[in-house]
């Protein structure tokens, strides 16, 4: 979808603000915001916005020619690709608000002696500007060749410069990607130039306005924010093995979990508008529910294999993702079941599959492996829908006979894979995510034993040290109060705990994390407003540990009294293992060592 030159330009307005006293230097932008995504190499050129420093003395040349230099200056890697004409300089004068008339000496208010890119320093961009002496009976200014606190902009008019090295600035779109990163832009000021054809800088030259106290020089002259955020979510509700079955169907009766005895919805995936940045056109947002003027024709992705932006349509709608494909990795920890069917869909019930996006029944080889399901060229605009935001389910069909392993599934990477580059038109940025979907065999659940509270006034505290052994998944973990008569408290999210990673708690961090009413669905099982840990029938509580996202998590209790220097470990390792290998334990059990808990956060799985 992105042209390899943009030739489409960014005007920004800025209005002249009348002033009657001086004041520091202020730089202005008309900063414009482009979709990180459509941005995929250095070789990429986009028309610079408009920008301007309004000076705080005035230029003088009643007496004499004024000569000075004015620099704007790239960061964060960026460069100038080309400086434009002269015609991209223009003055204003501060006060009246006139636009003052480029020229010869006398055709003209100020002439562009000499407008160039830096050399080895092509991040700058400078213009050497002189004020002529010589009368202009055509001028518009009000005092002839007084020009009071100038505004001085680039990329005014004429031929406009343009900025490259752009994938410098915004790097690679990584997993789950909502940062923006900038393009921040700086304006220096030189007078007594020594050489005015030539880059001034501090050793050939005064500097200036840019120096005085206060002055503002810097500002943002592109932003890039990540447009589109890839989104996985677990199903709710209480499916699970059916025990008294033989572990061969589900059983359950609430949420979007259970379906029926041998099906099962796992959770989805979708897409989300994060922000609304440019597509490439620097016209048209880069959105998921395009309004479908590309060659489709139909709101939503576009589904196509070769990016061909513009070249279909003879007045293309700009904005469209170009969706090759959508792939979605998904893992199970204990395994799927042999003659078993994963498929997406675009119904919470999962009513039907969309056309090869399902496995087909298992082999005992297919099952024990993580599993990628495609969602082809053809149906990427069905399955997302005229939104573009879906969701598409994550479907577990079993077939009633064999034993279902008590697995905790995953999305290990839900990718949309943009379309390859099309000659003329380069392919977008991928946008991916990953997630945890519903667990049959539950989350890790642990509680505490013997937790001192930050409360506690005997002296005694606990301090819990949380390990992650997975050597693959982080564990985002959370924590909850279990009161002492049995009622859900406060909760919170702790860490996400990088896989072999520790980290260690004492009670009062503990406490300051648990921000979150309870919630449990039965309101009598929540602690209210009376039931603080201060009171003495809830201030020796369980801390219950729990992760969706893990698979494996080891939690030690150690009992510490600052007074005294005691130390103790209060309740040995506890933990949760369910991922089992053939090295450690059978691989359809997986171990479960210390989990008393038998709910989640607020009674959840």
């Known amino acids: 979808m992105k042209q390899k030159l943009i030739s489409r330009l960014v005007v920004g307005a800025l209005a002249s603000v009348a002033a009657t006293a001086a004041f520091a230097g202020q730089i202005q932008s008309s900063s414009v915001s482009i979709a990180r995504e459509v941005i995929v190499d250095n070789d990429q050129e986009i028309t610079s916005p408009r920008v301007s420093y309004r000076f705080a003395g005035d230029v003088d040349a009643r007496s004499q020619n004024q000569v000075f230099q004015v620099q704007f200056i790239l960061e964060n890697g960026a460069r100038w690709e080309t400086a434009g004409n002269a015609a991209n300089i223009q003055i204003t004068d501060g006060v009246g608000g006139q636009l003052a008339t480029q020229g010869a000496s006398g055709a003209g208010d100020y002439e562009v002696t000499a407008l160039d890119i830096g050399g080895d320093n092509d991040e700058i961009l400078y213009a050497t500007i002189t004020v002529w002496n010589a009368a202009f009976g055509a001028t518009t200014l009000p005092t002839g060749n007084l020009i009071k606190q100038p505004l001085i902009s680039m990329s005014a008019g004429g031929t406009r410069p343009t900025v490259a090295d752009l994938y410098d600035v915004v790097g690679e779109v990584v997993a789950c990607d909502t940062a923006v990163k900038q393009l921040p832009v700086s304006f220096k000021h030189f007078v007594a130039l020594s050489a005015p054809a030539s880059l001034a800088s501090a050793a050939t030259a005064t500097e200036d306005e840019h120096t005085r106290g206060n002055s503002t020089n810097r500002t943002t002259l592109i932003t890039f924010p990540t447009n589109v955020l890839v989104k996985v979510t677990k199903s709710t509700g209480d499916a699970k093995l059916d025990v008294a079955g033989g572990n061969d169907t589900f059983a359950g009766a609430t949420g979007t979990s259970y379906i029926s005895a041998t099906l099962a919805n796992l959770g989805n995936v979708s897409l989300v508008q994060n922000a609304s940045g440019y597509d490439s056109n620097l016209a048209d ?10 060659a489709d024709g139909v709101a939503g992705l576009y589904g196509v294999a070769t990016a061909d932006f513009g070249a279909v349509d003879a007045t293309p709608d700009g904005g469209t993702l170009e969706i090759e494909k959508v792939t979605v990795k998904i893992s199970a920890n204990q395994g799927f079941v042999t003659g078993g069917t994963v498929f997406l869909s675009t119904a919470a019930n999962c009513g039907a599959a969309i056309a090869g996006a399902t496995t087909g029944a298992l082999s005992a080889s297919a099952a024990a492996a993580p599993i990628t ?7 990427v605009n069905g399955a997302f829908g005229a939104t573009g935001v879906g969701p598409v389910h994550v479907c577990y069909q079993v077939p009633g006979t064999a034993v279902i392993p008590a697995s905790s599934f995953y999305v290990d990477e839900a990718r949309l894979v943009k379309a ?104 009598a099982n929540n602690m209210g407003s009376a039931d603080t840990l201060e009171n003495a029938s809830y201030n020796a509580p369980r801390l219950r540990i729990t992760s969706e996202t893990g698979d494996t998590l080891r939690v030690q209790n150690y009992l510490f009294n600052p ?8 309740s040995s390792s506890q933990g949760v293992d369910f991922a089992g290998t053939a090295d450690r334990a059978p691989a359809s059990e997986g171990q479960y060592q210390d989990q008393d808990a038998h709910k989640g956060i607020n009674g959840g799985n």
């Open 285 to 294: 947002p880069y959105i998921l529910a395009d309004a479908g003027g590309d």
């Open 373 to 379: 399901l495609t969602i082809s060229t053809a149906n």
């Open 420 to 523: 390859a580059d099309g000659g003329a038109f380069e392919n977008e940025q991928d946008n991916f995510c990953s997630g945890p979907l519903y667990a049959l065999s539950g989350s890790v659940k642990i509680d505490v034993r013997n937790y001192a509270s930050a409360n506690r006034t005997d002296g005694w505290m606990s301090i819990i040290r949380l390990i992650n052994p997975s050597e693959t998944r982080t564990a985002t973990v959370y924590g909850q109060y279990i009161s002492a008569d049995g009622k859900y408290g406060k909760w919170g999210k702790l860490v996400d705990l990088k896989p072999r990673a520790v980290v260690n708690y004492t009670a009062a961090q503990v406490d300051a994390k648990l921000t979150s009413a309870p919630a449990h669905p039965t309101a």
């Open 563 to 570: 007074a005294s220097q005691n130390f103790i470990e209060a």
